[in-house]
C-alpha cells in the first residue's frame, strides 16, 4: 500500500507586501489545483498526509497561523487527506523575534558562546526551558493542534507510525532545528540540533523518515547527525534553502540513504534561481527487495505560462532503498484472500491520561477522527470558547475563570473521551465551529 504525502516548505504566510501579496495568493490556489490533479492522477487517487518542514509563517504571529490553516485545510480537502494528517516542523520563521529579549537573549547568547553543554543545562530546568521556547508560543499553539508538539525537553518526536505494507511501516520523526535561532541571520553551521535530538531510535519493521527545516550543513552537530542518520534512518526531509535537491548514499550494503531538500512554496523572490515549488512524495514497499521504496513527483513554477509543472530537471521515477530494518524483521504476509486490518476496520487510538484522573477503561475511537475534533478544539476554537464548552461538559466549573494551560486542557478533552463521550464532544465542538461561521459571513 503506497503511502503519498505533500511535501511543503518555507510557506511564509505574512511576508506578502503590495503586489506580492496577489502573486503568492494566485501561487498557492495554482499548488493547490496541481497538487490535486496530480494525486487524482496516482494509482492511489488521494493522499495520506501533507508534511510541511518549517517556515509556515513569516512572524510566528497568530493571524499568520489562521491564515495558513484557511489553505492548508482546503489543500488538505483537494488532495483526499484530513487536515489532522498533517505533519509539520518548525523553521526559523516560527519563532516570534519580539521575544528574544531580556532572559530569552541571555540564554541564547550564553548557548551560542559556549554550545551544547549550555544548551542540555537548560534544557534540564523546566522554568528555563519555557523561557527558551516563549518564542514558539503561536508555533506551539498550532502545532499542537495538529498534534504535532514540541517536545520543550529538547526530545525529537516520532509519534506518527504509516503502513506501506504487511509488517512494514514508516515512522516520521519531527525535529526542531530552530531550536537556537535568534533575532540575527543564521550562520550556516551554528545552528544546534543536540543530543536529545540526534539519538533516533529504530525498531524492527519500521524505517524512519526524519523531518527538520534545516539542511545537516547549518548545524554545528551535523556531522554527528549525519552519523545516526546514516546508521539508522533512511530518508532525511528539510527545507529553508529554497532550492530543491535529492541525493542517495550508498552507507554500506543493504543500507542507504536519502536526502530530499524542498524548494520554496512561497520564495523571497521569483527569478531564475528560485521559484515557487513543492513535491508530491511517494512512500510505498518494495516486496521483491524487502525495502523501502520512494517516489518523488518535484513541481515547479513555470512563470511565463503562470502555473507548475513537472520539474525535469531533478531525479525521477522509483528509487529502492537498502533498508535493514525492514530486512530483519520476519515478514507478516497476510493468508491468501485476507483482508487487510487497515481497510477492514478504522484504526483506533487508546486514549492516555494520568491513573488518578482515568474515569473508564479502555475506551477506544476511531484515530481519524480523534486527531481531526483535537485540530478543530484547539485550533479553531478561541480560549474562552474552549473554557466555555469544558464547563458545559462539567469537567470544569461553570463559575472558573482562570487559564488553562495547553497541557491542561488537553487532559480534560481526553478525559471527556475517555468517559465515552466522544459523540456529544464532537456535537458541541461543530456546533460552536457553525456558531463562528455564522459570525464572520455577517
Not at 342 to 363: L, N, R, T
Amino acid at each position: 500500500m503506497t503511502a503519498v504525502f505533500v511535501h511543503l516548505s518555507d510557506i511564509h504566510f505574512g511576508q506578502e507586501k503590495g503586489g506580492w501579496r496577489f502573486t503568492n495568493d494566485d501561487a498557492r490556489r495554482q499548488l493547490i489545483a496541481d497538487s490535486a490533479a496530480v494525486v487524482a492522477s496516482l494509482p492511489n487517487a488521494k493522499a495520506s498526509g501533507i508534511i510541511v518542514t518549517g517556515d509556515i509563517a513569516y512572524a510566528g504571529q497568530r493571524e499568520e497561523y489562521v491564515t495558513a490553516g484557511r489553505w492548508l485545510d482546503e489543500l488538505a480537502d483537494r488532495v483526499g487527506c484530513k487536515p489532522s494528517d498533517i505533519q509539520m516542523v518548525p523553521g526559523n520563521h516560527d519563532i516570534d523575534r519580539k521575544q528574544i529579549r531580556g532572559g530569552t537573549a541571555l540564554m541564547l547568547a550564553a548557548i551560542h558562546s559556549e554550545g551544547e553543554s549550555r544548551l542540555d543545562a537548560l534544557l534540564e530546568e523546566e522554568a528555563d526551558r519555557e523561557v527558551l521556547y516563549l518564542r514558539f508560543m503561536e508555533y506551539r499553539r498550532f502545532a499542537d493542534s495538529y498534534q504535532c508538539p514540541l517536545d520543550c525537553t529538547g526530545s525529537s518526536s516520532a509519534d506518527r507510525l504509516v503502513e506501506i505494507g504487511p509488517g512494514r511501516h514508516i515512522r516520521i520523526v519531527r525535529l526542531n532545528s530552530a531550536l537556537i535561532c535568534t533575532k540575527d541571520v543564521e550562520e550556516k553551521g551554528k545552528l544546534l540540533l543536540g543530543a536529545r535530538q540526534r539519538i533516533f531510535q529504530e525498531a524492527s519493521g519500521e524505517e524512519l523518515v526524519v523531518l527538520a527545516h534545516h539542511p545537516l550543513e547549518w548545524y554545528a552537530d551535523g556531522a554527528e547527525t549525519k552519523k545516526f542518520l546514516r546508521s539508522r534512518a533512511r530518508v532525511f526531509v528539510s527545507g529553508h534553502e529554497h532550492l530543491a535537491n535529492m541525493s542517495v548514499e550508498n552507507v554500506e550494503v543493504g543500507r542507504d540513504l536519502m536526502l530530499i531538500a524542498a524548494g520554496a512554496t512561497t520564495p523571497d523572490e521569483v527569478d531564475n534561481t528560485y521559484t515557487y515549488a513543492y513535491n508530491i512524495i511517494e512512500f510505498d514497499w518494495d516486496e521483491g527487495e524487502d525495502a523501502l521504496a520512494v517516489t518523488i513527483h518535484p513541481r515547479r513554477w513555470r512563470d511565463d505560462m503562470k502555473r507548475f509543472e513537472q520539474d525535469d530537471t531533478r531525479l525521477k521515477g522509483r528509487v529502492v532503498l537498502g533498508s535493514p530494518n525492514f530486512q530483519r524483521s520476519a515478514r507478516a504476509a497476510p493468508p491468501p484472500g485476507a483482508v487487510p486490518v487497515a481497510a477492514a476496520e478504522p484504526a483506533a487510538v487508546k486514549i492516555d491520561i494520568p491513573a488518578e484522573e482515568d474515569p473508564a477503561q479502555d475506551v477506544q475511537v476511531d484515530e481519524a477522527a480523534y486527531r481531526d475534533l483535537y485540530m478543530r478544539f484547539f485550533r479553531d476554537l478561541s480560549d474562552g470558547a474552549r473554557l466555555q464548552l469544558l464547563a458545559v461538559l462539567g469537567v470544569v466549573p461553570g463559575d472558573f475563570s482562570g487559564h488553562l494551560n495547553h497541557g491542561a486542557e488537553s487532559r480534560l478533552f481526553n478525559i471527556v473521551v475517555r468517559q465515552g463521550r466522544f459523540s456529544e464532544l464532537s456535537a458541541l465542538i461543530h456546533e460552536a465551529l457553525a456558531s463562528i461561521n455564522e459570525e464572520t459571513q455577517q
